[in-house]
């Protein structure tokens, strides 16, 4: 799932993320040491939810990538699977010779976890030297995820003339903040929780390292019914508003941006922080 990307002033390397409501696209300057950006958009999806097989979210991403970079010939795109369709885990192997290490990881991840040649990717990034109760071992980061998800994501991009260079995990994407000092590692271990629409993930990153990585299944949805709820609760006066799912995204929104000028009669925003968040 890597490719390497020789730096072009021709080339325009283009990062995308499809969430459930936008599509968050970067443009890296390709002969940039420092990996800066030239620009970042993101464009509201005509219809939130849509699956990667939906004409519609194909035909929202074709006008945006074309819009924003230009026809395909000119570019490197770059996509991240959606982790919960990814396994993550940390295995330890013996000292071995390069050329063993493939074998000595397939062995020891077979042996640990048990999974299916014929439906997976298995892939894997050596993490270096470790003491393992005593002895000299190599720590492995590997990672699984179905053949099937990869031809999907494959698919839709190839099928709007924009075919994809990289695929990558948003663990690894996090990992390389660190690696990159883009972000500071002020501490050896550090843990980063990602809030996504029905799940969250918590990532234990250790001297630049992804050694952890947990799911929770729960995220922004869970937060906003439970918005919704407690206002009904809080409000229960026959004459007060409903509180519907788009007012309780703006409210926590405008909490996140700080927004000054919250023009906006609805009595929810007359809860204080507390109760917004009880």
């Known amino acids: ?10 080339v325009k390397n283009i990062g ?4 459930n409501e936008s599509i968050f696209m970067t443009m890296l300057d390709p002969g940039d040491q420092a990996h800066s950006f030239k620009a970042y958009k993101e464009i509201s999806l005509s219809r939130h939810g849509m699956n990667m097989e939906d004409p519609r979210l194909a035909e929202d991403l074709k006008h945006v990538l074309y819009e924003f970079c230009g026809p395909s010939k000119r570019n490197k795109i770059w996509t991240v699977l959606s982790s919960s369709l990814v396994g993550l885990r940390r295995i330890f192997i013996p000292m071995v010779p390069k050329h063993q290490i493939s074998n000595a990881v397939y062995w020891t991840f077979k042996r640990e976890k048990s999974f299916d040649e014929k439906s997976l990717v298995l892939d894997f990034e050596v993490q270096g030297e470790v003491n393992d109760q005593g002895i ?14 990869v031809a999907v994501l494959k698919d839709l991009f190839l099928g709007i003339g924009y075919p994809l260079s990289v695929i990558t995990l948003s663990s690894f994407a996090i990992q390389n903040l660190f690696r990159t000092k883009w972000v500071p590692l002020f501490e050896d271990t550090v843990a980063n929780l990602s809030i996504g629409h029905e799940r969250s993930q918590v990532e234990i990153i ?32 026959a004459v007060a508003p409903t509180l519907d799912y788009t007012q309780a995204q703006k409210l926590i929104k405008d909490l996140h941006d700080h927004a000054e000028n919250m023009t906006t009669n609805h009595p929810i925003y007359k809860l204080n922080l507390q109760q917004v968040f009880e």
């Open 1 to 10: 799932l890597k490719i390497r990307i020789i730096p072009n002033d021709s």
């Open 16 to 19: 995308i993320h499809i969430s």
């Open 136 to 149: 000299r071992k190599l720590a492995v980061l590997v990672y699984t995820c179905p053949l099937s998800e």
């Open 206 to 237: 250790s001297h630049n390292n992804v050694v952890l990585v947990r799911a929770i299944k729960s995220g922004t949805k869970s937060l906003l019914d439970a918005l919704i709820e407690g206002y009904h609760h809080e409000m229960s006066s």
